[in-house]
């Protein structure tokens, strides 16, 4: 198991954040026995098919070249003429081969990770001139690894490759007893044959390299759960930060809901514990809203503020828990307390009104028994 620098142990697989900071940093995982594989076989097979026509060119050009007239060996310009004509034929013949093999070392790499333009990958390090640094890596794991595998392919090739040539020596050694020119043919596609069955070989190291850089890429990035839970802060936000936010969110919300207070119509209490304004307008509402709630000492302001403001402070324990455990601060009452809210309303539009008022004891008023509490 991987551990980090301090020797906490890195058990947690990277977080979506951890891989795209490393892609960022141009770390991404990475074959290059894939590219091998690739390019070697796509040159094989161009080679095969392109390679007659290509070998036909040469021949061609190559008489071209070094069959000329006497007076063009002592004359600079005609002879700079056919070396330059020679360049050109070359350079057009070999032109899609090298246009091929290009394509292929810029297409295969992203076949594993993907396209990825890191300056931070380009910037020099100066740790890399650490002559000390450079000996701790040429002794490393990863370096012992690297080696391991450059004699485990040298091997495989060589042995791929004996195998093959003595499978065709007989026409290997047929070779002397053809005419030259159908020699040469020949010759060419037992090399190119040569090259793709050597190449084939390497597709088994590939197929061991590509999941290994996985694996590898993988291990490199995991994380340590203390490294997890402090990027989940950062994302998140500190728990501290995020509880006083909302605490100040809270102060704010309910200086608000005080100033509010002083609209109410009325206020029901417990009579210490619990405090509701209610206001109603019969002309613009349709059924009585709750300005602002609060128990003990929110309750305990509520009152203070609606004596200074002379507005009706109503007893009725009951209806002042049902509402607040059941009503919302800027919303409507429940339907189910209509009735409830509405006999208290009509007692202080008596009260207002200077009329005689009989009901003075709210505890009895027609309150649901599922929203009642003690």
């Given at each position: 198991m991987a551990e980090n620098e301090d020797g906490s142990e890195k058990s947690e697989e990277p977080t979506e954040k951890k891989l795209r900071e490393a892609r960022e940093k141009g770390q991404i995982p990475r074959s290059r026995e894939l590219t091998t594989v690739l390019m070697t076989l796509s040159a094989g097979v161009f080679l095969l098919v392109y390679g007659s026509v290509m070998?036909?060119?040469?021949?061609?050009?190559t008489i071209q070249g070094l069959s000329f007239e006497r007076d063009v060996a002592f004359?600079?310009?005609?002879?700079?003429?056919?070396?330059?004509?020679?360049?050109?034929?070359?350079?057009?013949?070999?032109?899609?081969?090298m246009l091929v093999m290009a394509f292929i070392a810029i297409v295969s790499p992203l076949l594993l990770g993907g396209w990825s333009f890191s300056a931070k990958a380009m910037a020099p390090k100066l740790s890399k001139l650490n002559p000390v640094s450079g000996i701790k890596r040429m002794f490393s794991a990863k370096s012992l690894l690297e080696l391991f595998k450059a004699l485990a392919k040298f091997t495989l090739v060589i042995s791929i490759a004996t195998f093959f040539l003595y499978s065709v020596f007989s026409e290997v050694v047929g070779l002397a007893a053809e005419p030259l020119k159908q020699a040469l043919a020949h010759s060419g596609s037992v090399i190119i044959e040569a090259f793709i069955f050597v190449s084939l070989s390497l597709i088994i190291v590939a197929l061991i390299d590509v999941p290994f850089q996985l694996w590898d890429h993988n291990r490199q990035l995991k994380m340590t759960k203390q490294e997890v839970k402090e990027e989940y802060k950062q994302q998140e936000g500190?728990?501290?930060?995020?509880?006083?936010?909302r605490q100040i969110q809270r102060e704010m919300s309910q200086q608000r809901m005080m100033q509010k207070v002083p609209e109410a119509d009325v206020v029901v209490t417990n009579p210490t514990h619990y405090?509701?304004?209610l206001k109603y307008d019969p002309e613009s509402m349709q059924e009585p809203?709750?300005?602002?709630?609060?128990?003990?000492?929110?309750?305990?302001?509520?009152?203070?503020?609606?004596?200074?403001?002379d507005i009706p402070v109503v007893e009725a324990p009951p209806l002042a828990r049902a509402l607040y455990y059941n009503a919302e601060v800027d919303r409507a009452i429940p339907y189910d307390l209509f009735k409830a809210v509405a006999a208290i309303l009509a007692y202080v539009y008596?009260?207002?009104a200077g009329k005689p008022v009989n009901q003075t004891n709210f505890d009895n008023l027609p309150i649901p028994e599922e929203m009642k509490t003690e």
């Open positions: 070998f036909s060119h040469i021949e061609v050009f004359d600079e310009l005609k002879m700079w003429n056919v070396i330059e004509g020679m360049l050109l034929s070359s350079i057009f013949m070999i032109l899609p081969f500190n728990p501290e930060v995020k509880g006083r936010i405090a509701v304004a809203v709750v300005l602002a709630m609060g128990i003990d000492f929110m309750a305990s302001q509520i009152r203070t503020i609606a004596k200074e403001h008596q009260l207002k």
